[in-house]
């Protein structure tokens, strides 16, 4: 299973910040649409850094006046992005063993799209679910016949 | 009218494009609802029910086709139709069914294969796999297609489910058909192959092929075939022994097990072989004057870890011609839009959110209208995995109903619905007429010592169904 399968079912919204706004124009973004990072692009739509809820408690813990930060400041640059050819399972490694929870995925260098960890935990959940399922029917049957 | 429907009174009315596995798990999941009261009615293209249960799936696999038992059960719900021979754009519009369903749920599944975009694809005797499939498990759409099994040697580009199966089916015994319900054409048309050696071509290496453990074993049970692995491809690379001790993954350390083993052994003189290749990729079909395939130029691959772990395959300057007189390709499947419904091309799926079908312009959903299945997702997973992909979306059909947000048909009758149907295709075909071509079929296979024997065509079907009384009764 690529994950190409995980975002064909996430319509083709990507919610993006530019560097220089704030962190209180991310947490709304963040609220607004439920979800735990969003992805920053430059003027010319490159991918540029990533901001991240845990991010941003980060700077909250050690800087009460955090919000007119510029996202920038705090993002993280050095983000993994995938393709939407990769593999579910070694994706789901990769986010395991690097400790991050979004993977931005682009295609021919655009972002198209950003899949969570719950992304990955659901379509294996449900690749599992499908083969037990169908690993049942046929138990049955055997046993029927 | 007042309050939402799903009372007895005012039913809650829903049309399901496709008859297979992903619309029945639909419907069953609307039927288990308590509280609310929901007319099905189910439509195919084709005249049977079951879409790729009944002409996907391998004739010799007839225990994964015990699942339209459950489907059986499905359809003797009260409030369930069948019409058979019914296509969304040809006989019905998108806006017949606005005016007379409250939903529509499109499950149509991945019907076109991918190409592989290399010179020489068109050559006669090049296919694409899709076909060959539909052929031998008799859809009424393909029965007049033919296939050189005149030729010696064979590939099949791909290492997928449907990739395995056809090579499978190129390889089996006429005694081993002949258990099976294939069709009677290809039956008699395989029973006179004269392959000898088929191909089966990866482009990554053993961890990475798609092909699930009991498909690979079953490979080595063939009777009339030996599989043949050569052992420097069986042997995992760098990256992929790595990769594997990392994750610990025991499928696919027991995949590479019985490949070895295949590896390790020598043929032992079947009629056939089945020679399983890996690491490598088609580049160019080559042909003869007559403009017939007459061999496949391979380059071979050496794979490269992407920052997200994924092995990927990337050509080296080693090529290779496999001489072949037919070549079938599995690279791939994609769906094909529908005639006014939303379609996301770059992913050939309906443009969704979780199921809900989304504009093209605002991307916002579009009232009433969802979607399930390969025509949702991209074609992955077993027959089994539409079951939480189809309830996903329900739910959704679920919460849009509690809000209010379901479409104001003019006619939300079953009659109207029926009357509408039979006036713009008088053939259709009823879950009561499948149950007699089923019966049929059963008994003209009891006589041959088969499942089945299928029909396939047509003028039989409407002329079976003639016989016993007419189309089309309920």
């Known amino acids: ?145 | 009218m007042t309050g939402a429907p799903g009372t007895i009174e005012r039913p809650l009315r829903v049309a399901i494009i496709g008859a297979g596995p992903t619309g029945f798990y639909a419907a069953d999941q609307l039927f288990r609802q308590d509280n609310l009261v929901v007319e099905v009615d189910m439509f195919d293209r084709v005249p049977m029910p079951f879409g790729l249960v009944r002409s996907g799936v391998a004739p010799d696999h007839q225990k994964i086709k015990s699942v339209t038992a459950a489907f059986d059960k499905i359809a003797g719900h009260p409030r369930f139709r069948f019409y058979g021979c019914v296509e969304l754009g040809k006989h019905l519009t998108v806006e017949d069914l606005r005016a007379h369903y409250h939903q529509i749920f499109y499950a149509t599944g991945a019907q076109t294969d991918r190409r592989m975009g290399i010179p020489g694809e068109d050559l006669k005797g090049s296919h694409p796999a899709t076909e060959f499939v539909a052929w031998y498990n008799g859809h009424p759409d393909y029965q007049d297609h033919q296939f050189d099994l005149g030729v010696e040697r064979a590939a099949v580009v791909g290492v997928g489910n449907v990739a395995i199966d056809v090579a499978r089916i190129l390889c089996r015994t006429p005694e081993e058909l002949a258990k099976t319900d294939i069709s009677e054409q290809a039956l008699e048309a395989l029973s006179r192959s004269r392959i000898e050696e088929v191909y089966l071509l990866g482009r990554r290496g053993p961890a990475q092929a798609a092909f699930t453990n009991p498909e690979i074993k079953e490979l080595g049970e063939m009777a009339g075939a030996d599989v043949v692995v050569d052992p420097r491809e069986a042997e995992l690379d760098p990256l992929s022994r790595a990769a594997l001790a990392q994750t610990g993954d025991r499928a696919t350390t027991k995949k590479v097990e019985i490949l070895s083993s295949y590896a390790g052994k020598a043929p032992t003189g079947k009629p056939r072989r089945l020679t399983i290749r890996f690491l490598v990729s088609p580049v160019e079909l080559v042909g003869n004057d007559a403009g017939e395939v007459t061999g496949i130029k391979l380059v071979k691959n050496e794979l490269y870890e992407t920052p997200t772990g994924t092995l990927q395959p990337r050509a080296t300057d080693e090529t290779e011609i496999l001489p072949v007189g037919l070549v079938f390709r599995s690279v791939g499947y994609k769906g094909v839009p529908l005639p006014g419904v939303p379609f996301n091309d770059k992913w050939a799926v309906i443009l969704n959110e979780k199921g809900r079908v989304l504009d093209l312009e605002t991307r916002q959903p579009v009232r009433g209208e969802y979607t399930a299945g390969w025509i949702k997702r991209g074609p992955s997973g077993v027959i089994g995995t539409n079951k939480p992909d189809a309830v996903e979306t329900v739910a959704c059909m679920l919460e849009d109903l509690a809000n209010g947000a379901v479409m104001e048909p003019s006619a939300p009758t079953a009659e109207a619905a029926d009357a509408l149907v039979r006036a713009r295709q008088p053939q259709c075909l009823s879950y009561d007429d499948w149950r007699h071509l089923d019966a049929l079929e059963i008994e003209r296979g009891r006589a041959a010592g088969r499942p089945r024997v299928k029909l396939t065509r047509l003028k039989d079907i409407q002329a079976a169904l003639e016989e016993r009384g007419g189309a089309g009764n309920r």
């Open chain 1, 1 to 145: 299973m690529t994950i190409s399968t995980i975002l064909a079912r996430k319509g083709v919204k990507v919610v993006t910040i530019r560097p220089e706004q704030t962190l209180r124009e991310a947490l709304a973004l963040l609220a607004q649409h439920s979800i735990g990072a969003v992805l920053v692009t430059s003027a010319s739509g490159a991918l540029v850094g990533i901001l991240s809820e845990r991010d941003i408690v980060r700077e909250a813990v050690k800087n009460e006046r955090f919000f007119d930060l510029a996202v920038s400041s705090i993002m993280t640059r050095d983000v993994i992005s995938g393709t939407p050819g990769d593999d579910v399972n070694a994706v789901a490694a990769t986010m395991t063993s690097k400790r991050f929870r979004h993977l931005p995925v682009l295609d021919a260098g655009r972002v198209i799209g950003v899949i969570s960890l719950g992304d990955i935990v659901k379509a294996q959940r449900d690749e599992y679910l499908g083969a037990i399922d169908t690993l049942e029917t046929q138990i049955i049957s055997e046993r029927a016949s």
